[in-house]
């Protein structure tokens, strides 16, 4: 159940991070939530406790949305 949790919270996560990241994003709304997922189920497994897990992974879903972002904005010529 705990990574059901994880999975579940980090799509929730995923679209929080496009909500708070304004502007228009160069990928798609699944690519998001994927981040998001990801970023809570690697905060998972570092973390035994659900709550340090959502604690650490959230704003790490919002920074990577972020940096994934501006990666694709300007990609390197």
Known sequence: ???VWL??????????GRL?????????????ILIGIVSLVVAGIVFSSF?????VGIPVAVLLVTLFSRETEHPAV
């Open 20 to 32: 708070l990241h304004p502007g228009r994003e160069p990928f798609g709304f699944f690519v998001t």
């Open 1 to 3: 159940m705990y990574w």
């Open 7 to 16: 999975i579940v919270v980090g799509a929730v996560v995923g679209v929080l």
């Open 51 to 55: 709550w340090w897990a959502a604690l």
